[in-house]
Structures are given as structure tokens and as C-alpha cells.
Nanobody
Framework: QVQLVESGGALVQPGESLRLSCAAP????????LHWYRQAPGKQRELVAV???????NYANSVKGRFTISRDNAKNTGYLQMNSLKPDDTAVYYC??????????????WGQGTQVTVSS
């Protein structure tokens, strides 16, 4: 199974920053729009940010002005820069995209999740 690989989660204090990465395997053609979701304990998974293959972005109201999503199409990698972190940002963060395999097949792929904890 082709899976995205996430990294960058950590325990940080309020006001600090983190950068999450989401890498697709090397033996693929491309990826479609990249999404970042998060799920806090006892809550439903929510969409945090999305970036299209052309670079258009959209954010949840709760993170606008603090988070920035980006991508490197040459590396088939996405990023989520998170600034001014708050305790409410504590969650497991997941990336999701549709991968275009070398066979032309499309695969809806998720990362394994990375824990972000914001606490003093």
C-alpha cells in the first residue's frame, strides 16, 4: 500500500511554531490537491488546510493567519507551517492526497499521523 509519510510533530509551548511535512513515495508521477486534517481526542477529524496542484490555498477559520500550507511539486511533498500555536491546536495531524501512480492508477492516500501537543 502506498502511504504518505508525515513528520514534524512535537510538544511545544503556546506561541511557538512547528513545521509538518508530508512526503509521497518517490516512485509516483504526481499528487493532486493536498489536505491537512487534524483530530483532537474526543472530537471529529476536521479539515485544517488544502492546497491545489496549482498552489491555491484554503484554511479553516480557526487557523487563518497562523498556519501556512505549501507544497514542492518536484518532491511531491507538502508542508504545514504552524505559528502562534495554541493549546486548542493539540491534535494528531494527518495529510491526505490522491497519488498518481506510474501505471496511471489513482490512489487515495493518507499519512500515519503526527502528534502535535501545545502545552505550557
Amino acid at each position: 500500500q502506498v502511504q504518505l509519510v508525515e513528520s514534524g510533530g512535537a510538544l511545544v509551548q503556546p506561541g511557538e511554531s512547528l513545521r509538518l511535512s508530508c512526503a509521497a513515495p518517490g516512485n509516483i508521477l504526481s499528487i493532486y490537491a493536498l489536505h491537512w486534517y487534524r483530530q483532537a481526542p474526543g472530537k471529529q477529524r476536521e479539515l485544517v488546510a488544502v492546497i491545489t496542484s496549482g498552489g491555491s490555498t484554503n484554511y479553516a477559520n480557526s487557523v487563518k493567519g497562523r498556519f501556512t500550507i505549501s507544497r514542492d511539486n518536484a518532491k511531491n511533498t507538502g508542508y504545514l507551517q504552524m505559528n502562534s500555536l495554541k493549546p486548542d491546536d493539540t491534535a494528531v495531524y494527518y495529510c491526505n492526497t490522491i497519488i498518481v501512480l506510474v501505471t496511471g492508477e489513482l490512489l487515495d492516500s493518507w499519512g500515519q499521523g503526527t502528534q502535535v501537543t501545545v502545552s505550557s
